[in-house]
């Protein structure tokens, strides 16, 4: 069954605090829902379905509590900062399928957990005994992709800081940007190494916040007093180490976009605005290639002489500034970049960056560690008469 079609988005709302200490976890959550129903037009008496990754008490379930929900469909998938892509598309195949109407997902949370809680990333699972006791972390994860890319094709770290440079350059018109100044490449250069080749202005923010989606059925939306984006595809798939047979060069892109695509009945070429999960630079790459964007290897050469940036690059990406410079709630990015690309179809992204005649816009998002265990989501969305 198809969902091209199927469900619409009715509601985005992205917190404007980056740094939320007189808060809770829960009120941020119901703080961007409040936002994302009041942005649709509806009510928490309107939801019945509830998807959301809070990992606190009983997950969804708590928070449905807590926001004093009554639903009928419930979904906490956990694949990381793609998370909220997938959640996207279950919901929409939800809605095709009868199952409910109108659903509400939340993110909201703090950047890191109260001293003393929590576990150590890979404590308890198959791979930790062989990995996390060597002091694996995720930015020397994703260097390791970097240096192979570049032994592999060329890339260079200049090529990655224009990443971080389009990023820059849109994030100066967002007045909630936790970065909110133009950098240059050799700005980028200039930062510290955190992990050889990636410096710190290679590397994603990391905030507090939230944001919250609203996707509803072609029934509710035909009342709604909103412009809606139509959901016109998705895919998700894991990529891991596939029993040791590891190619660090490509992401799990590969196999979410083809069938995004396939389902959306469109190509790259059709495509607007893209918004690319960027915790590191080399991440944007991967994935631009992976998409289809550039052949492999080529996307160093791609994001030159300003293809990333709005509106006049090859591809505008991240025009609120991205998880490089803008936002990155709770480490899990993956919400803003579809809240970026409702922006952008509906013409309701910062004037300077506004994509013109924006018809067809993708999300996608990654969650994991690049060279080892991921799970990639791709989202194609359009405008409400595509």
């Known amino acids: 069954m198809s969902i091209r079609g199927q469900a619409f988005i009715a509601g985005a709302y992205e917190h404007p605090r980056r740094k939320i200490p007189d808060r809770s976890v829960a009120q941020i959550h119901a703080e961007v829902a409040v936002g994302a129903l009041a942005d649709a037009g509806l009510s928490f008496s309107d939801v019945d379905a509830y998807f959301t990754v809070d990992q606190t008490g009983l997950g969804a379930i708590t928070l449905a509590e807590y926001l004093g929900l009554k639903v009928s469909y419930i979904d906490s998938t956990l694949t990381g900062g793609s998370s909220y892509l997938v959640h996207v ?211 160093g050469d791609f994001v030159l002489d300003g293809g990333l940036i709005s509106p006049t690059g090859r591809l505008p990406f991240n025009t609120d500034g991205g998880g490089l410079c803008n936002n990155h709630p709770v480490n899990q990015g993956g919400m803003t970049k579809v809240i970026e690309a409702v922006r952008q179809l509906r013409g309701e992204a910062r004037p300077e960056v506004q994509v013109p005649d924006c018809e067809i816009a993708l999300a996608h998002g990654s969650g994991g560690r690049i060279s080892s265990r991921m799970g990639s989501s791709t989202l194609v969305l359009g405008r409400e008469d595509a």
């Open 89 to 299: 598309g279950h919901a929409a195949a939800a809605i095709a399928a009868g199952k409910c109407n109108v659903a509400l997902i939340t993110l909201g949370g703090h950047v890191r957990p109260a001293p003393g809680v929590g576990r150590a990333p890979g404590v308890g699972t198959p791979h930790g005994p062989f990995e996390e006791v060597y002091g694996v972390t995720t930015v020397n994860n994703y260097a390791l992709a970097a240096r192979r890319h570049m032994y592999e094709f060329g890339t260079t770290s200049e090529q990655l800081a224009e990443v971080k440079v389009a990023a820059s350059h849109h994030a100066q018109y967002n007045p909630d940007a936790l970065l909110p100044n133009v950098v240059t490449v050799e700005e980028v250069l200039a930062s510290p190494l955190v992990a050889d080749p990636l410096h710190r202005l290679d590397s994603c923010v990391m905030t507090d916040g939230g944001g919250a989606l609203v996707v509803v059925s072609p029934a509710v939306a035909k009342t709604l007093d909103r412009t809606c984006v139509k959901v016109l595809g998705q895919g998700e798939a894991p990529k891991h180490t596939m029993n040791g047979r590891v190619d660090v060069t490509y992401t799990g892109a590969v196999w979410s976009g083809p069938m995004a695509f396939a389902e959306a009945g469109v190509t790259v070429a059709d495509v607007d605005y893209a918004s690319i999960y960027d915790s590191f630079t080399i991440t944007v790459i991967e994935t631009i290639e992976d998409l289809g964007f550039c052949e492999k290897g080529r996307g």
